[in-house]
């Protein structure tokens, strides 16, 4: 059974940080990309960032880019998300999601993760 954890929300003023992780269980980590997603209330769900199996490859919104980092450890099976300069639009729940091995835009996710709150105040 394949299961995503998604750690590292909380309430973070603007301009402030924040590290995302996603540990995966249940099926050899490093064959399939991994990629970041985010729900705000009332909006749909927007596709952040994306890596592909061996971290050669990344992807970002253009919302994120130059503030957002994807990296994996395939040792560890797990996936981050640094976030820098944070604003108040980026509050959302963030999930963790994989896909086919050298995606870098997940647009076929097969397993998701249960989301983290991340909070950005003004």
């Known amino acids: 059974q394949v299961q995503l954890v998604e750690s590292g929300g909380g309430l973070v003023q603007a301009g402030g940080s924040l590290r995302l992780s996603c540990a995966a269980s249940?099926?050899?980590?490093?064959?399939?990309?991994m990629g970041w997603f985010r729900q705000a209330p009332g909006k749909e769900r927007e596709f952040v960032a994306g890596?592909?199996?061996?971290?050669?490859?990344?992807y970002y919104a253009d919302s994120v880019k130059g503030r957002f980092t994807i990296s994996r450890d395939n040792a560890k099976n797990t996936v981050y998300l640094q976030m820098n300069s944070l604003k108040p639009e980026d509050t959302a729940v963030y999930y963790c999601?994989?896909?086919?091995?050298?995606?870098?835009?997940?647009?076929?996710?097969?397993?998701w993760g249960q989301g983290t709150q991340v909070t950005v105040s003004s």
């Open positions: 890596i592909n199996w061996s971290g050669g490859s990344t």
């Open positions: 249940g099926r050899p980590f490093s064959r399939y990309a």
């Open positions: 999601a994989t896909d086919r091995p050298n995606v870098v835009v997940l647009s076929a996710p097969d397993y």
